[in-house]
T-cell receptor, first 114, second 111 residues
Framework: GAVVSQHPSRVICKSGTSVKIECRSLDFQATTMFWYRQFPKKSLMLMATSNEGSKATYEQGVEKDKFLINHASLTLSTLTVTSAHPEDSSFYIC??????????FGNGTRLTVT | RKEVEQDPGPFNVPEGATVAFNCTYSNSASQSFFWYRQDCRKEPKLLMS???SGNEDGRFTAQLNRASQYISLLIRDSKLSDSATYLCVVNIDTGGFKTIFGAGTRLFVKA
């Protein structure tokens, strides 16, 4: 069964609104979770590393004020896309793992901004 | 140079063919290695871990060559359902673990 749960799986929102995506590790405590974005026919792009109890580490070129990450507990990380624009439409995926173990991915969230 | 490099493909093969994917990594602090499969519009799913001794799971064989910093995945008797993108993934010990993904190799298996 799934060890990482992501919600919602699909969301459509209007331009200018904010969208929150949740990522939960179900079977283990994850001190670190990862957020990715993937455009059609492109590879996964790491956006940020979410650290429990501290600030997220963002990859170069990813706006931290645009993509707010909160990792308030060992089993939950959230990504909020603020003031969404059509160019933010993408497939967002989270992942989590225990140290040096394979990553397990959430089932992804397909965001469409109209 | 990218930390993990894969042939981007695509590979177009007939059903029943044997296909091999190659992956190289550059960081000698790489600790563990995996192959993932990603179907279109879905999340990546772990296919198999890769061990120095080599490991096999049915039609799939994975091998690791630490000296050459090279990982491979062999698929025998390809099925239509094997069509997907195959991602080479490496965990690097940088004080904490960091996971690096290859860009993936697209496979199309045709009838």
């Amino acid at each position: 069964g799934a060890v990482v749960s992501q919600h919602p799986s699909r969301v459509i929102c209007k331009s200018g609104t904010s969208v929150k995506i949740e990522c939960r590790s179900l079977d283990f405590q994850a001190t670190t979770m990862f957020w990715y974005r993937q455009f059609p026919k492109k590879s996964l792009m790491l956006m940020a590393t979410s650290n429990e109890g501290s600030k997220a580490t963002y990859e170069q070129g990813v706006e931290k004020d645009k993509f707010l990450i909160n990792h308030a507990s060992l089993t939950l990380s959230t990504l909020t896309v603020t003031s969404a624009h059509p160019e933010d439409s993408s497939f967002y995926i989270c992942s989590a793992s225990q140290t040096n173990s394979p990553l397990h991915f959430g089932n992804g969230t397909r965001l469409t901004v109209t | 140079r990218k930390e993990v490099e894969q042939d981007p493909g695509p590979f177009n093969v007939p059903e029943g063919a044997t296909v091999a994917f190659n992956c190289t990594y550059s960081n000698s602090a790489s600790q563990s290695f995996f192959w993932y499969r990603q179907d279109c519009r879905k999340e990546p799913k772990l296919l198999m871990s890769v061990y120095s001794s080599g490991n096999e799971d049915g039609r799939f064989t994975a091998q690791l060559n630490r000296a050459s910093q090279y990982i491979s995945l062999l698929i025998r008797d390809s099925k239509l359902s094997d069509s997907a993108t195959y991602l080479c993934v490496v965990n690097i010990d940088t004080g904490g673990f960091k996971t690096i993904f290859g860009a993936g190799t697209r496979l199309f298996v045709k009838a």
